[in-house]
């Protein structure tokens, strides 16, 4: 069994990956900004089944800093790179979200390619390859790539550091080995109270945030099954220095297609769940006055079909289906007292 580093060791997929990981018999490292999240993440992870927890532990490390990166990786076989910055809020600069997702990503880069570790697995986004374009018909495969005029700071963020760090393996890598893996919406059930953006927006459906559903479209994919794909990325030689999209399938999802699927399915968990779509329109009027309603506004009324083939045929991957996914996400958010 190898020693494995996952960056953004308290995250929703790292933790996930970690649990994963550490039933496979391996020996995890994992970074966090600080250690003062450590013990939370040990007890999150114990709570959850967590075996092998004695091979599990943490280092303080920054993707802004350069300190601690070597520390952590060295004796690493693997680095699974999921960490990355996200925006609790409508940025006004996009550089606040783009210098930190490249730097830090050429920052881990650098030091697993001095550490003599074997492949790099990157979390990077379906936001770099299928955004940008309008009234496409043809699926978008792992050939392609966001237009980045328009984007939304977040996924230009995505998009960027992804190029960086491609770019980087052809120029200065080396013999290090480089796979992405650019995931849709990620949702799943919770390991602690953390959520991710993907799985609030299920508790926002649940608890009537969103009153109406505006017409935005997207894929999904399970946070399980999104860890699975990581490993095989790390362990399948054929995965060298390739993408792969993953999405559970490749035919997207209005938001009031959630909604419905959380109505019909858990019933009694959706007394407050919208049963109608917001106009175009009125998003757009909202977008005057409010960051978060402009934001939202390049994203309205495009559908993104998907090819996700490659990580079927040539990794055996084999993901659970959209509604399955949102159901067990309405679950763990009851189980957890969040919805």
């Known amino acids: 069994m190898s020693i494995i ?18 039933k496979d018999g391996h020996t995890v490292r994992a970074t966090l900004r600080s250690l003062s999240k450590e013990q939370h993440v040990r007890s999150a992870l114990q709570k959850a089944g967590a075996i092998n927890l004695d091979r599990l532990s943490f280092h303080a490390a920054d993707l802004t800093e350069d300190k601690g990166w070597a520390e952590a990786i060295q004796g690493c076989s693997f680095v699974h790179h999921v960490a990355s ?57 792992e050939a392609d790539w966001s237009v980045l005029e328009g984007l939304p700071p977040y996924h230009k963020s995505k998009a960027l550091a992804e190029k960086a760090a491609w770019k980087f393996i052809e120029a200065e890598g080396g013999n290090l080995e480089l796979c992405v893996i650019n995931p849709v919406g990620i949702f ?29 479209y997207f894929n999904i994919v399970d946070v399980r ?37 959380i109505s019909q399915g858990r019933p009694d968990k959706a007394k407050r769940v919208p049963t109608a779509e917001l106009p175009t329109w009125v998003v757009k009027l909202a977008a005057i006055f409010s960051p978060a309603a402009r934001d939202m506004v390049p994203l309205l009324d495009i ?29 763990s958010l009851m189980e957890h007292g969040i919805a």
């Open 225 to 261: 099954d999104l860890a699975d794909l990581h490993i095989r990325c790390m362990l399948d030689p054929a995965a060298k220095n390739e993408r792969f999209i993953a999405s559970c399938d490749g035919k997207p999802l209005a938001l009031i297609d959630v909604a419905r699927i």
């Open 85 to 141: 910055p996200f925006p609790g809020h409508a940025v006004k600069d996009e550089n606040e979200l783009i210098g930190p997702a490249r730097e830090g990503t050429l920052r881990v880069l650098r030091a697993a390619r001095d550490a003599h570790v074997k492949r790099v697995i990157f979390t990077s986004s379906f936001a770099a390859i299928g955004y940008g374009y309008k009234d496409r018909q043809e699926p978008f495969t």
């Open 303 to 331: 559908i993104r079909p998907i090819n996700n083939d490659k990580a079927k045929t040539v990794l055996g991957w084999v993901p659970r289906t959209a509604r399955d996914t949102i159901l067990d996400t309405v679950d």
């Open 5 to 22: 580093l996952v960056t953004g060791g308290s995250g929703f997929v790292a933790s996930h990956l970690i649990l994963k990981l550490l």
């Open 188 to 216: 799943g059930p919770l390991i602690s109270n953390e959520m991710s953006a993907s799985v609030d927006l299920i508790k926002k459906l649940m608890d009537g945030s969103i009153a109406r559903c505006p017409k935005t």
